[in-house]
T-cell receptor, first 112, second 114 residues
Framework: DGGITQSPKYLFRKEGQNVTLSCEQN?????MYWYRQDPGQGLRLIYY???????QKGDIAEGYSVSREKKESFPLTVTSAQKNPTAFYLC???????????FGPGTRLTVT | AQSVTQLDSHVSVSEGTPVLLRCNYS??????LFWYVQHPNKGLQLLLK??????LVKGINGFEAEFKKSETSFHLTKPSAHMSDAAEYFC????????????FGAGTRLTVKP
């Protein structure tokens, strides 16, 4: 069963704590992406990785960090430096000739 | 820089009537264009894509979109709305010459009334 998995679906943390969101894909895609979605808004790119052991900042990278040690995995850490971390986080991967992105089911993070 | 504008933040239709969700894009190159659908608290699902082949693109669930270069538009249509079409729809432009950088519109919320 191919696809992208994100875990957990819901995550609650206290302010000041770092938290890591998981994203795994078995589509053999080279590229992976993290987006943030706030109510009534489109998606904003946090980080992306075109290949293993390499990643670039997106439009809103401050307060976030990532790693890409394996092709299948692209975890996102929301650090205590992120001023407004409560949001819906979406992971995507892309590959093939047309390079459209395939999305995971998302993780809703609530920080209080 | 490329960008996309979805002209309506909210569209409401009656079940069985046509759907029109409008999207205009801006791109320096011949872009790839996509429509995605998102149901509440879910990820995004690809509806259809344009990649410089046929200008009329057919997607899943009866949706289609027409690429009009002269109007820089890529509007999404469906002849007859179904209750299950109620969702958020995103128009996306991708630059294949810039690491496939994808830019999302703000989204259009489609409501379908019985």
């Amino acid at each position: 069963d191919g696809g992208i998995t994100q875990s957990p679906k819901y995550l609650f943390r206290k302010e000041g704590q770092n938290v890591t969101l998981s994203c795994e894909q078995n589509l053999n895609h080279d590229a992976m992406y993290w987006y943030r979605q706030d109510p009534g808004q489109g998606l904003r790119l946090i980080y992306y990785s075109q290949i293993v052991n390499d990643f670039q900042k997106g439009d809103i990278a401050e307060g976030y960090s990532v790693s890409r040690e394996k092709k299948e995995s692209f975890p996102l850490t929301v650090t205590s430096a992120q001023k407004n971390p409560t949001a819906f986080y979406l992971c995507a991967s892309a590959g093939g000739a047309t390079y459209e992105q395939y999305f995971g089911p998302g993780t809703r993070l609530t920080v209080t | 820089a490329q960008s996309v504008t979805q002209l309506d933040s909210h569209v409401s239709v009656s079940e069985g009537t046509p759907v029109l969700l409008r999207c205009n894009y801006s791109s320096s190159y011949s872009p790839s264009l996509f429509w995605y659908v998102q149901h509440p608290n879910k990820g995004l699902q690809l509806l259809l894509k344009y990649t410089s082949a046929a200008t009329l693109v057919k997607g899943i669930n009866g949706f289609e979109a027409e690429f009009k270069k002269s109007e820089t538009s890529f509007h999404l249509t469906k002849p007859s709305a179904h209750m299950s079409d109620a969702a958020e729809y995103f128009c996306v432009v991708s630059d294949p010459y810039n690491n496939n950088d994808m830019r999302f519109g703000a989204g259009t919320r489609l409501t379908v009334k019985p």
